[in-house]
């Protein structure tokens, strides 16, 4: 039984539910972001990113930085980007948008390769623009929330190494990092940007960004200054190397409470092999999104391949739109989020499970909000005489 206080289980796609122990390492007494225990407890924190991305390649370096996942944005945009430089985004949704907007405003050329709603890209597609000129960075949404969509970020990553092998290979990973696959060292990317609060399963407030040495290499011999103070990697790279090598270091004061708590869920989750928690959020899509046909929803993703294991958007009845449901989940203690995508927003909502609502055995987040979902349904129908 958790020991939290009762409350609405929240299953949007992040902020996520917490583990007990995750919440408890918050109320860490306050103590010197320079003194010898929370500098082990952030080292060691640094070392458990490596885990979580699969990484064993010591040029590549993890930067945890208080934030959210946007400020990776930032650190990708401002270091590895020069005004004028030509990037490629590869948008599945609302994300792409976004990111394609942080690029432009640190002087990025941004083309945009848009696909359908509920698509990825094909790999012919992404081929086809690659070739059409030359790129400094390519960037992929592993996961968009506001589509459910699931992007081959290891076909795109290989399809870049043949096609434009000077082209780095961002993926944004706020929604994937923990609940889908990704072998940093083994798919050769070059930075992945991630936050606290989603699959990670740690309360909002840290940004988490995986470079590689080419990357590192790319924002050290700029021929500009980089564009942002506290978005510099030149600024951040000795403080992430000195934490990880236990030596007290200085450039912005770290969020404590939130990297015990980031600790504390690293040791969990790679206490065992990546590929057991990964086989675990797909078992559990499978059987949100069987459930879900059960109901005669559809998801805007129809293709299994690109189905995101860690949420599920799905399309509500016609006739139906999210204020005419979401109530009646809430009475039933659940939580789904709104549609998200400007152009269909009235027409969907979405349900996250990931993290501890799928991964403890002794939860029944994904049981209860199945049948809350099916219930709050028929109410609605009823309501609106459908």
């Not at 999104?289 to 109901?295: D, F, N, R, S």
Request: glycine fraction near 8%; hydrophobic fraction near 40%; charge should be neutral.
């Amino acid at each position: 039984m958790s020991a939290q206080a009762p409350h609405n289980t929240l299953l949007i796609p992040g902020p996520i539910e917490f583990d007990d122990a995750v919440l408890q390492s918050m109320a860490h007494y306050a103590e010197s972001h320079v003194a010898p225990g929370f500098v082990k407890v952030f080292g060691e924190a640094i070392t458990l990113v490596r885990k979580l991305f699969q990484s064993t390649d010591p040029a590549a370096q993890p930067f945890v930085i208080a934030g959210s996942g946007t400020l990776g944005w930032d650190l990708v945009s401002a270091n590895l980007i020069e005004r004028g430089d030509n990037a490629l985004v590869l948008n599945s949704g609302y994300f792409g948008d976004s990111f394609s907007n942080c690029l432009e405003t640190y002087g990025a050329q941004v083309t945009q390769l848009k696909s359908v709603i509920g698509e990825r890209h094909s790999l012919e597609q992404v081929e086809q623009a690659l070739k059409a000129k030359p790129y400094k960075v390519i960037t992929i949404t592993h996961v968009d929330t506001s589509t459910g969509v699931l992007s081959d970020v290891k076909g795109v990553a290989q399809l870049v190494r043949r096609v434009s092998p000077e082209t780095l290979v961002v993926v944004d990973g706020v929604c994937s990092v923990g609940s889908e696959e990704i072998a940093f060292d083994e798919w050769d990317l070059d930075a992945v940007v991630t936050a606290s609060q989603k699959a990670i399963g740690c309360p909002p407030g840290l940004s988490i960004v995986m470079c590689s040495g080419r990357a590192i290499q790319r924002a050290q011999s700029r021929k500009t200054p980089s564009g942002s103070y506290y978005a510099s990697i030149a600024n951040w790279l000795p403080i992430m190397k000195n934490y990880e090598a236990f030596k007290p270091s200085y450039f912005a004061t770290p969020p404590t409470q939130l990297v015990h708590a980031l600790h504390t869920t690293l040791s969990q989750i790679t206490a065992r092999p990546m590929s057991e928690r990964f086989a675990v959020h797909a078992r559990e899509s499978d059987r949100v999104k069987a459930a879900i046909a059960e109901l005669g929803l559809k998801q805007l993703a129809p293709n299994p391949d690109a189905q995101a294991h860690g949420m599920t958007a799905m399309y509500l009845p016609e006739g139906l739109t999210p204020p005419d449901v979401l109530p009646g989940l809430l009475k039933r203690g659940v939580i789904f989020a709104a549609g998200l995508h400007k152009e269909i927003a009235t027409k969907y909502i979405r349900f996250g499970h990931m993290g501890v609502s799928v991964t403890d055995p002794n939860r029944k987040d994904v049981d209860n909000a199945l049948a809350a979902l099916k219930e709050a349904l028929a109410e609605a129908k009823q309501a609106k005489g459908l």
